[in-house]
């Protein structure tokens, strides 16, 4: 499809493992975004990647959450050693950048339960 | 003060009716407003933006009160589709022209027969 892709959708871990989420945005756009949310909770910032530039890792919870982003295009969000209050679901969205009126395409989600 | 509070409802409505939210934020600074509709476990999706001028689409006005330092959607004529959690967000002036959107927690709304 053209929208954003994340996976996996759901993903069931024990606590103390490691996850990786995958999110391939939108062909084209240069900007890409990582937030959570929890139960009853809003959208919590993770990490922004624009262009080639240093990514924006002021909303990472700790040292435990990591992104990259491979070629300008697919991200990965690793969450080591993970622990229950990690249980979210992790939205992926993507922009055109520098033309970004504002408007963020977000992917459905994974969703992530850690036992 | 949080940087955007949100009354999270839910507000329960009948069909018809009119109904607004307000979203509150904390940096008079902020620039770039928007509303954001949220399905049940579904992904937000842009609603609309919020001009100084304010601006209407349809049955939905959105408006921006800098000296109180909130934004507002007013839903007329409810539908039953209307039923979602909206939500606000800004872009922080930290952030420039680009990055990060802010985002309120939500408010529920409920459209009852």
């Known amino acids: 499809g053209a929208g954003v892709s994340q996976s996996p959708s759901n993903k069931v871990t024990e606590k103390g493992k490691d996850v990786e989420l995958r999110c391939d945005p939108i062909s084209g756009h240069t900007a890409l975004y990582w937030y959570r949310q929890s139960l009853g909770q809003g959208l919590e910032f993770l990490i922004y990647?624009?262009?080639?530039?240093?990514?924006?890792k002021s909303g990472l919870p700790s040292d435990r959450f990591s992104a990259e982003r491979t070629g300008g295009s697919v991200s990965t969000l690793t969450i080591q050693r993970t622990q229950q209050e990690d249980s979210a679901v992790y939205l992926c969205?993507?922009?055109?950048?520098?033309?970004?009126?504002?408007?963020?395409?977000f992917g459905e989600g994974s969703r992530l339960t850690v036992l | 003060r949080k940087e955007v509070e949100q009354d999270p409802g839910p507000f329960n409505v009948p069909e018809g009716a009119t109904v607004a939210f307000n979203c509150t934020y904390s940096?008079?600074?902020?620039?770039?407003f928007f509303w954001y509709r949220q399905d049940c476990r579904k992904e937000p999706k842009l609603l609309m933006s919020v001009y100084s001028s304010g601006n209407e689409d349809g049955r939905f006005t959105a408006q921006l009160n800098r000296a109180s330092q909130y934004i507002s959607l007013l839903i007329r004529d409810s539908k039953l589709s209307d039923s979602a959690t909206y939500l606000c967000?800004?872009?922080?002036?930290?952030?420039?022209?680009?990055?990060?959107?802010?985002f309120g927690k939500g408010t529920k709304l409920s459209v009852k027969p």
């Open positions: 940096n008079s600074a902020s620039q770039s």
């Open positions: 969205a993507s922009s055109p950048g520098l033309t970004n009126t504002g408007e963020l395409f």
């Open positions: 967000a800004f872009k922080p002036p930290y952030g420039g022209s680009q990055g990060n959107l802010i």
């Open positions: 990647f624009q262009g080639n530039s240093a990514p924006d």
